[in-house]
């Protein structure tokens, strides 16, 4: 049975179990972001998400479930840390690294959940949905298709509107055929959530000369926060990407589909294991020096590119 990972939605308040992303999927995924079309890079993304978490097929989930399922994947199967390259104004640059898990952590305490009662109308609401998310790429902030892509259902005593069964267009239908009070007060009830979250950083990186924000992202996700944190996550030179299969085939001897199979993470540590062989054999060739003996001289990329 593949090995599954724990990954909670905020939106959904559960967990759901999650396969781990191998080396052909993160290469992929590295590759997607290079793409000039945005939209054929989430649509890569999601095509991944789905494969490895098939919990949530018939869940309509948020851009807050989205960015868990990949913050859980990047944790234990590319690196523990976030690390950034950051360049002040003078062209200097310093190193900025964050755990994933604190900011998994912060993710998982996201609750833009809430309920609008207005006499018989009931509308439950969590956030954008991922489905949506094309919409947005053009910043679209139409309150009709914000609402739309917020809202679960709408009751009444004699109605039950799962919105996850109407495309966007329907759904925007929907919402304009509410009354003005109802959609008044479920603008009023989703900014104030939104405002509170935007009290909290997500992300903070200050200069470290004079301590101020050079990057802040809040806990009020957005689609632009989202893509954002995407970049971050799995945004790599693909040459690092290539030479990291390279030096697997060429130097552990491992088959190029194996490369495959496995996680990023299991690749960087074989790799560690070789160094410390070779290192180890260096030593005893210099205290021991034995004739024909050769040991390479030269690190290929010990980095592995992470």
Known sequence: MPFKLNAYLPSKKQEVQIGELYYKQYRELVKSLYNTDKKETIQQYNSILQDLCSDIKDIDITIEDKLSLLL???????????????TLPDKTTFNYTIPVDTI???????????????????VEYSSYKVRDEHVFLSNNKDILVVLASYIDNIKTDTLNVDFKDFPLNERTMIINSLPQSVVNE?????????EELNLIDLILVKDPTNDKTLLRLSCSVTFEVLQKMIEFLFTENLNNIYRTLY????????????????????????????MQDKAEAAKNNTQNPSPGFNPPTSTPNSELGF
């Open 247 to 274: 030096n697997a085939v060429k130097h552990l001897d491992f088959t190029p589909e194996y490369v495959d199979s496995i996680t990023p993470v299991e690749i960087q540590v074989y790799w560690m294991y070789f």
């Open 104 to 122: 998994i952590t912060k993710v998982k305490n996201i609750n833009k959940s809430g309920k609008v009662t207005v006499d018989d109308i009931a």
């Open 72 to 86: 859980t994947i990047r944790n234990y199967c590319v690196s523990p840390d976030l690390k950034l390259k950051c």
């Open 186 to 194: 479920l603008i009023k009830s989703i900014v104030a959530k939104e």
